[in-house]
């Protein structure tokens, strides 16, 4: 479904120019399709290039196919996985490590989740409750629940791709990167962006791809549809003789708790992650203090069940990770403000790193004027109006959705680690 990567002539120049709001993965890996399109493209980003702060910053994310019962979004993400590996190759930099992906279910439900991964062209294997406890002896799980195991997918290391992804556009000339360059305001009409100061640059197409800050930017409507999302995480370096037996643990987006508890393995140096969705709450804006340490001691006292011999002094760290989700659907928004040439990634869902690349492709096609092949998942390939956000009724909806969410916050999900 892809062309492959290769060198910036690999294909029909479409020409023109693209400016990128947004400095986080989706808008440079835009930026990176564009400039092979053949389009001088310039990503402005209101902090450094790489932002540390940024929403897609982090030290790894779960790569993983199975999305149980959205066979649409598992075919994107297997997709997906394909195109990470294509991009190791283009920004010559190991992106992407094979630890396998482990999801905990009740037993009666692994065997469809396991064909529905091997259907959309993923490997997949299922254990029992048995097979589940003697292979990872130094983790707990739920009783009697089993499992599937993606042996492909595994973790991707997100600061290294924001890194490769910089590099290689400072060593093209279509490309240009402004960091520490805070937009504020967009015009569709104008396909213009208004920088701090007063400094208007035109371009033939723009993205709006800033994340959680996104709202600032939109027509009222569609700001009024974001739900900003506070996620704690916290990271332990593992003693000596803990490592060994962690060395060959997959990535595991579901641990089977009613509380939502997911971790990342550590890999090539990185810590090992822990989160959980009861961990995740909804909040006004972006921003806002550094991790509250009784909610890092909390979240870590929580996994003593799920790892045991899990001492508080594993603790090295902890982070607030903030990501957007639209009001109505609960997943990505993507928002055509101008006839195509205008677009904006409004709301990541929670998950989008791993489908960074697709997107990425996708957002170029529709730049070029090339009808994007389907990828399976609605919102990028039926995008939002301004007018549909206008519609009647549409304000209703929204109010007594995000009310509703604000009210069960923590109903389980799994964003911030994928």
């Known amino acids: 479904m892809s062309t492959a990567y290769g060198t910036d002539g690999g294909r029909e120049p479409s020409g023109g120019r693209t400016l990128i709001v947004g400095g986080g993965v989706v808008g440079l890996l835009t930026a990176v399709e564009c400039v092979r399109a053949g389009q001088h493209t310039t990503v402005i980003e209101r902090g450094p290039l790489p932002n540390t702060r940024c929403s897609s910053h982090d030290r790894h994310r779960v790569m993983r196919a199975l999305h149980p019962h959205e066979p649409g979004a598992t075919r994107a993400a297997v997709a997906a996985h394909l195109l990470w590996r294509e991009l190791e ?6 992106l992407l490590h094979s630890t396998g992906v482990l999801t905990v279910l009740p037993t009666a439900d692994s065997a469809h989740a396991a064909a529905e991964l091997t259907r959309a062209g993923a490997r997949a294997r299922t254990l029992d409750p048995a097979q589940l406890a003697g292979q990872y002896r130094h983790l707990a799980f739920p009783p009697g629940l089993g499992a599937v ?39 569709p009409a104008a396909r213009s962006v208004t920088l701090e100061g007063g400094r208007v640059l035109r371009g033939d197409r723009v993205l709006l791809a800033a994340g959680a800050w996104s709202a600032g930017l939109l027509p009222p409507a569609l700001a009024g549809r974001l739900v900003v999302h506070r996620q704690t995480m916290v990271y332990c370096a593992l003693p000596p003789q803990q490592r060994e037996q962690w060395r060959t643990t997959p990535a595991v987006p579901a641990l089977g708790t009613a509380w ?38 909390a979240l870590a006292l929580r996994f003593t069940d799920l790892i045991p011999g899990l001492r508080p002094d594993w603790v090295v760290g902890a982070r ?31 998950g989008a790193f791993k489908f960074a690349p697709l997107i990425a492709r996708t957002l170029a096609s529709r730049f070029a004027g090339v009808p994007p092949i389907p990828t399976g998942l609605h919102q990028l390939d039926t995008p939002t109006t301004a007018a549909r956000a206008d519609g009647p009724g549409d304000d209703t909806e929204i109010q007594e ?8 916050q923590n109903v389980p999900q799994h964003r911030g680690g994928s």
């Open 401 to 408: 959705t995000t009310d509703d969410r604000l009210q069960r």
């Open 149 to 187: 195991l993606e042996d492909d997918m595994g973790v991707l290391l997100a600061d290294r791709v924001l890194t490769a992804a910089v590099r290689w556009l400072d060593r093209r000339p279509r490309a240009r990167l402004r960091p520490y360059t805070t937009v504020t305001r967009v015009d």
């Open 89 to 94: 190759s283009l920004l010559e930099a190991r």
């Open 260 to 297: 939502g508890a997911w971790l990342v393995p550590p890999v090539d140096d990185t810590p090992l992650k822990l989160s959980a969705d009861a961990f995740c709450r909804v909040v006004d804006e972006p921003g806002g203090p550094e991790p509250d340490p009784a909610d890092a001691e």
């Open 320 to 350: 607030e990770c903030h990501y957007t989700t639209d009001g109505p659907s609960g997943g990505a928004l993507l928002a055509d403000l101008g006839e195509g040439a205008v677009l904006a990634h409004c709301a990541c869902g929670g």
